[in-house]
């Protein structure tokens, strides 16, 4: 049941004007989209097709979560799109200097569209179902910080609304309400850039191997894994075998945006961008140091520094692949140039 999102004078059905109440309105259109760090690196969404209410446990590096459904089932990762969606919204208007705010008003039509659905009668009904499963789904994890061990739960959403027009007619509007971990990750901009053909995707068993390449890849030349480590992250519920199965009929395909996959012996992935650029002498240009990227985000304020990574490489490759001897301080000198000049 969808819970009331119409109290403190707003009337069900309208917007605030921009910049008051405590509410956003997702007007930005073809937002980048972007995904948030934490359910990229960890299997929060169920990879099922149909109702999934296992209880999932999941434990890697000292991180222990428990992902808990609702009679509904828990929220999968096509469910995920929904997030997505509100994630891409609030990074843009940030960047582009707007207030926002952990509560959404969205048109079903717009999410519908930027994320390659249908927009059917049946697409709305399955929207319905989809902030049903986030609501419901519970997430209990624990978190270090400061010396002690600090173990909390949380819903995905927090709540959601939907307008309709009346006697049956679709849904007008869609409000919903980030919850506040979710929320937090957006504001310190723990998020990475996706390619718009994630939406193309339509097993989930690929979104989920293409938002682990895009997190540990990212920008690198390469990023090699175990079969058994990846099947763990996935948080696929296959036997070992299968997996394997469904991870060389991936090889086979080839259908992730960017990345490339390849078996290798010891029982190894190894992921690879599908477009980097090759000198012919001196090979990729050399990566940088995760601290270089760091330095570049305090630089450009907001900037996506995988997409500034990239921009750079390609001004390299044009320049003719000079060899460098300082890879870091130039990319933070071309850094430095494109912010006084932005």
Same mark, same amino acid.
């Given at each position: 049941?969808?819970?009331?999102?119409?109290?403190?004078?707003?009337?069900?059905?309208?917007?605030?004007?921009?910049?008051?109440?405590?509410?956003?309105?997702?007007?930005?259109?073809?937002?980048?989209? *972007?995904?948030?760090?934490?359910? &990229?690196?960890?299997?929060?969404?169920? #990879?099922?097709?149909?109702?999934? %209410?296992?209880? $999932? =446990?999941?434990?890697?590096?000292?991180?222990?979560?428990?992902?808990?459904?609702?009679?509904?089932?828990?929220?999968?990762?096509?469910?995920?799109?929904?997030?997505?969606?509100?994630?891409?919204?609030?990074?843009?208007?940030?960047?582009?200097?707007?207030?926002?705010?952990?509560?959404?008003?969205?048109?079903?039509?717009?999410?519908?569209?930027?994320?390659?659905?249908?927009?059917?009668?049946?697409?709305?009904?399955?929207?319905?179902?989809?902030?049903?499963?986030?609501?419901?789904?519970?997430?209990?994890?624990?978190?270090?910080?400061?010396?002690?061990?600090?173990?909390?739960?949380?819903?995905?959403?927090?709540?959601?609304?939907?307008?309709? *027009?009346?006697?049956?007619?679709? &849904?007008?509007?869609?409000?919903?309400? #980030?919850?506040?971990?979710?929320? %937090?990750?957006? $504001? =310190?901009?723990?998020?990475?850039?996706?390619?718009?053909?994630?939406?193309?995707?339509?097993?989930?068993?690929?979104?989920?191997?293409?938002?682990?390449?895009?997190?540990?890849?990212?920008?690198?030349?390469?990023?090699?894994?175990?079969?058994?480590?990846?099947?763990?992250?996935?948080?696929?519920?296959?036997?070992?075998?299968?997996?394997?199965?469904?991870?060389?009929?991936?090889?086979?395909?080839?259908?992730?945006?960017?990345?490339?996959?390849?078996?290798?012996?010891?029982?190894?992935?190894?992921?690879?961008?599908?477009?980097?650029?090759?000198?012919?002498?001196?090979?990729?240009?050399?990566?940088?140091?995760?601290?270089?990227?760091?330095?570049?985000?305090?630089?450009?304020?907001?900037?996506?520094?995988?997409?500034?990574?990239?921009?750079?490489?390609?001004?390299?490759?044009? =320049?003719?692949?000079?060899?460098?001897?300082?890879?870091?301080?130039?990319?933070?000198?071309?850094?430095?140039?494109?912010?006084?000049?932005?």
């Amino acid at each position: 049941m969808a819970t009331g999102l119409t109290g403190g004078g707003l009337t069900a059905g309208t917007y605030p004007p921009e910049g008051q109440g405590d509410f956003f309105l997702c007007d930005i259109f073809d937002a980048i989209p *972007k995904n948030d760090l934490a359910s &990229m690196e960890h299997p929060l969404f169920s #990879l099922g097709t149909r109702p999934d %209410r296992r209880i $999932l =446990s999941y434990e890697h590096n000292g991180t222990e979560i428990t992902v808990t459904p609702s009679v509904k089932g828990l929220a999968t990762i096509h469910d995920k799109d929904i997030l997505i969606f509100c994630i891409s919204q609030l990074m843009a208007a940030l960047n582009a200097g707007r207030q926002v705010s952990r509560t959404l008003h969205l048109k079903a039509h717009d999410l519908l569209v930027a994320t390659n659905r249908e927009t059917s009668g049946d697409a709305y009904r399955r929207l319905r179902e989809a902030f049903e499963r986030l609501a419901g789904t519970r997430i209990t994890t624990n978190i270090m910080t400061g010396g002690q061990e600090v173990t909390s739960g949380f819903g995905l959403i927090e709540r959601w609304e939907i307008v309709r *027009k009346a006697r049956g007619g679709r &849904m007008v509007s869609v409000a919903v309400t #980030l919850s506040d971990w979710l929320y %937090r990750a957006v $504001l =310190s901009k723990s998020v990475l850039t996706l390619s718009r053909d994630y939406f193309r995707l339509r097993k989930p068993l690929e979104r989920r191997i293409y938002e682990l390449a895009r997190k540990h890849c990212g920008r690198q030349a390469s990023w090699q894994i175990s079969v058994e480590t990846l099947l763990k992250k996935s948080g696929s519920a296959s036997p070992r075998r299968v997996f394997r199965k469904m991870v060389r009929d991936m090889i086979a395909a080839q259908p992730l945006p960017d990345y490339a996959m390849e078996e290798l012996p010891g029982d190894l992935i190894r992921f690879s961008q599908k477009h980097a650029v090759v000198s012919g002498v001196g090979g990729m240009a050399p990566s940088l140091k995760p601290e270089t990227l760091d330095a570049a985000r305090d630089l450009m304020p907001g900037a996506d520094v995988y997409a500034l990574e990239a921009d750079w490489r390609a001004m390299w490759a044009r =320049s003719g692949s000079p060899r460098l001897r300082q890879a870091d301080a130039a990319f933070l000198g071309w850094v430095k140039k494109r912010a006084r000049d932005s």
